[in-house]
């Protein structure tokens, strides 16, 4: 049916959980492959720290660094030299992140099991991070503020931002990168990118100290490194490429739910744009709209391969409710619900990294000024996992404080329970401390 998006037709089709997710488009990428690729480029930089940095992206970036940070003054620069509508966009996007931030801060609480008996769980920042932002066929300072913040807020001490290098610019990242690290107060920033970036970080170089959690979206190099080390250094998540979902209905508006499919499309030849309906009307106004907004877009050739590719498509489904069990099942990075009841659908809503509701809360609005969080999951892990958020960089530490009495109210437990278990040494710690248990 549809001329640029493939279709995919469930219409009257029970399919369990497990058919749903093979159905629904996905792009594909071979981690384990990537993760061949990587695994030298790891272990180089950990034997060999800031040359093998050094020599690794002369080879693959073109670029001949000299150090590995960007010195303090050409971070101020790029603040300096930054258009001001640009500055007061990036302004009002940290002033929006940073309030939504702040509200999920965790509080410490107290748990009496007894007299004398407490826990206490309590959250700690991790103590240093790195923080990657990439730099391929897009720049991204929102991405930034979207790791930078967070940390941030979650009372990270130690903060490093990481980002290509640029031939164009001398070999350091883009300036509005380094503006944007500038208004939020970082100024540890290191010229690297790729799998490089993550393994300066994880194993440390002469240059800088080892981090202990790598958070940030990357090409597939990148979340091999990450999948690689992880362990090492505790990591946000595997980003794959980014991915767009539209539950429709025949209320929506062909030309923007087209062009909110585009946004995402824009990004990466791989980027998923999937459209859910159960009109199949609707689908072809958006088939038409997809054909004269994409020509008058800049990346035309970019939009075309990943509209036109595997990861795309039109779902047609019965109803709303097999919709929902679509996109559930799909998981998607974006989710935008368009419907006659945009509200109450997307409360039904399970499995998404971010959830737009209505035609008004369009996804480009998340990825800079609505105050939430882009760095989300991606390739369906969105069913298990959480974007970035405060929550991200904190640690839960239960702190367990029972005096004597307290202890002997549970001892005979704790024996009975070591004993079924075939530990005697742990009764015997309890023990030690009351012969008569």
């Keep these: 049916m549809s001329e640029i998006l493939r279709t995919i037709d469930l219409r009257g089709k029970q399919l369990r959980t497990a058919e749903l997710r093979r159905a629904v488009p996905r792009a594909q990428i071979d981690v384990e492959r990537a993760t061949a690729a990587v695994e030298p480029i790891v272990e ?3 034997a060999r720290g800031a040359a093998a940095v050094k020599e690794i992206t002369e080879r693959l970036d073109g670029v001949s660094l000299q150090q590995l ?25 940290i002033t929006r992140v940073r309030e939504v931030h702040e509200d999920q801060r965790r509080t410490e ?43 941030q807020v979650a009372g990270v001490g130690s903060i490093a931002v990481a980002s290509p290098p640029q031939r164009e610019f001398d070999g350091r990242p883009h300036p509005t990168i380094l503006a944007a690290c500038a208004l939020l107060g970082v100024d540890e920033v290191y010229a690297v990118g790729g799998a490089q970036a993550v393994a300066m970080f994880a ?64 990004h990466d030849p791989l980027a998923g744009s999937v459209l859910v309906t159960p009109s199949e009307a609707f689908a072809r106004a958006v088939d038409e709209q997809l054909k004269v907004q994409v020509e008058q877009t800049k990346h035309v050739e ?16 019965d109803d709303i409710d097999q919709g929902l069990r679509v996109v559930d099942a799909y998981g998607a990075e974006h989710l935008e619900v368009q419907t006659a009841d945009s509200r109450g659908d997307a409360a039904r809503v399970r499995n998404a990294g971010c959830i737009f509701v209505g035609a008004f809360s369009p996804v480009p609005l998340g990825d800079y000024c609505a105050g939430s969080n882009h760095v989300l999951p991606t390739g369906g892990s969105a069913r298990h996992s959480s974007g970035l958020s405060v929550q991200s960089f904190l640690k839960g530490v ?18 009975d329970l070591a004993d079924a278990e075939d530990l005697p040494a742990h009764g015997a710690a309890i023990r030690a401390r009351f012969s008569d248990v």
Excluded at 210 to 218: C, E, F, I, L, Y
Excluded at 231 to 255: F, Q, R, W
Excluded at 399 to 407: H, K, P, R, T
């Design 44 to 46: 180089d930089v950990e």
């Design 302 to 317: 970019r939009i075309k391969t990943a509209l036109g590719g595997e990861q795309s498509g039109v779902v047609l489904v």
């Design 109 to 151: 609480t107290t748990t009496e099991l007894a007299a004398g008996a407490t826990v206490t769980e309590k959250w700690i920042p991790v103590e240093r991070v790195g923080l990657y932002v990439p730099g391929g066929l897009a720049v991204y300072p929102s991405s930034v503020v979207m790791n930078v913040v967070p940390a």
């Design 398 to 415: 239960h702190v367990v404080d029972y005096d004597e009495q307290a202890l002997r109210g549970v001892a005979k437990y704790i024996v």
């Design 69 to 93: 940070r960007v010195p303090a003054e050409s971070i101020t620069d790029a603040l300096r030299t930054l258009d001001p509508d640009v500055r007061a966009a990036l302004e009002e996007t």
């Design 203 to 266: 194993h440390g170089t002469e240059e800088n100290e080892p981090v202990d959690m790598v958070t940030g979206p990357g090409n597939i190099y990148v979340t091999a490194a990450k999948r690689l080390l992880r362990g090492v250094i505790g990591i946000d998540s595997e980003a794959g490429p980014t991915e767009i979902a539209v539950l429709a209905d025949e209320t929506a508006d062909a030309a923007h739910v087209a062009a909110d499919l585009i946004s995402q499309a824009e």
